[in-house]
């Protein structure tokens, strides 16, 4: 089996602190410095599952700061540098309580919601008479909680989040226009290279001068839905499955068999050959939608490589 890197134990100069989120592990420098490392963990219905996989952690870094390259004239983000295909180095951010989803299709979890006969979405109408995978005339926002400790996150409305003073009335605004605006910049540049932006899910925090701001990943097969444009539309015309790249695959494998993160459910062993499987996927997607051949990153000493890049770009700062 490939080498992976399933979670980390550095220990930078300055560092205060450490958070293992479900697939990323985040070390404080300071007081104003986040080192994130992307790890190989794989994540789904908030379940981290027990095997790695190959250069994920590297994929979902690299998209994640491609595409906060290519949206920071639109909105600020926290990122100050990536000294490793698997790390990420930014401002320290107090991180809203909510995770602003959006969705343009009616996909994944709103169509699972939909089948069950429900027609409002965190408190947002969807239309009758819709088929999984149609779109919906404008994307709609669907926000969930911030879960802690890797539980699940929970959906939730915008009137629910003021009301409990999750975020001031004045900041959400800011939130929903940002994630209109992203998601808008994220369906063109996805046109651009054959595939459908289907929805997506953006997290923001505010800086210590109380600046708005983009954090953690964007647009990465963990945090989107994508289809292939070519055949969309006849794919629903024929009531067929739709062609995707996005984690929705691993999670259609898992409930197959017989797995949606309830209580008594247990995770179906994933064979090397199927891992295999995962990662590539994963590869594909970064090909499709950066538009370049990825380069697999040397692994055969990751941990000293990460750490020895990481300690060399913090004495730049």
Wanted: hydrophobic share 35%; proline share 5%; net charge negative.
């Amino acid at each position: 089996m490939s080498y992976t890197i399933t979670t980390t134990d550095f220990n930078f100069p300055n560092q205060k602190n450490i958070y293992r989120g479900k697939v990323r592990e985040v070390y404080t420098i300071k007081d104003d410095i986040l080192v994130m490392v992307a790890t190989d963990r794989l994540s789904a219905f908030d379940v981290v599952m027990p095997k790695g996989i190959p250069y994920k952690g590297q994929i979902l870094n690299q998209i994640a700061t491609k595409f906060m390259q290519m949206t920071e004239d639109i909105v600020p983000n926290w990122l100050i540098g990536t000294p490793d295909p698997n790390v990420a180095v930014g401002h320290a951010c107090e991180p809203f309580k909510v995770e602003m989803v959006i969705r343009g299709y009616l996909s994944g979890h709103a169509a699972r919601e939909y089948a069950l006969g429900k027609r409002f979405l965190c408190g947002v109408p969807m239309p009758e008479r819709m088929k999984e995978n149609d779109k919906f005339p404008q994307p709609i926002i669907t926000p969930t909680t911030k879960a802690p400790n890797g539980s699940h996150d929970e959906d939730i409305s915008r009137e629910d989040i003021l009301k409990n003073n999750l975020v001031t009335e004045e900041d959400y605004v800011v939130l929903e226009n940002y994630t209109r605006a992203l998601f808008q910049r994220g369906t063109e540049i996805a046109a651009q290279r054959g595939l459908i932006l289907v929805d997506t899910k953006y997290e923001f925090g505010k800086t210590k001068d109380g600046k708005i701001v983009l954090i953690d990943e964007i647009h990465t097969p963990d945090s989107s839905r994508y289809f292939y444009a070519d055949g969309y539309q006849e794919r629903q015309d024929n009531d067929e499955s739709q062609k995707q790249l996005s984690k929705e695959f691993v999670r259609q494998w898992l409930i197959a068999n017989g797995f949606q993160g309830k209580v008594g459910q247990s995770i179906p062993d994933m064979t090397e050959e199927y891992i295999q499987t995962v990662s590539e996927r994963y590869i594909e997607l970064y090909e499709q939608i950066i538009g370049e051949k990825f380069v697999k990153a040397d692994i055969t000493n990751i941990d000293k490589r990460i750490e020895d890049n990481v300690n060399t770009f913090l004495k730049t700062l």
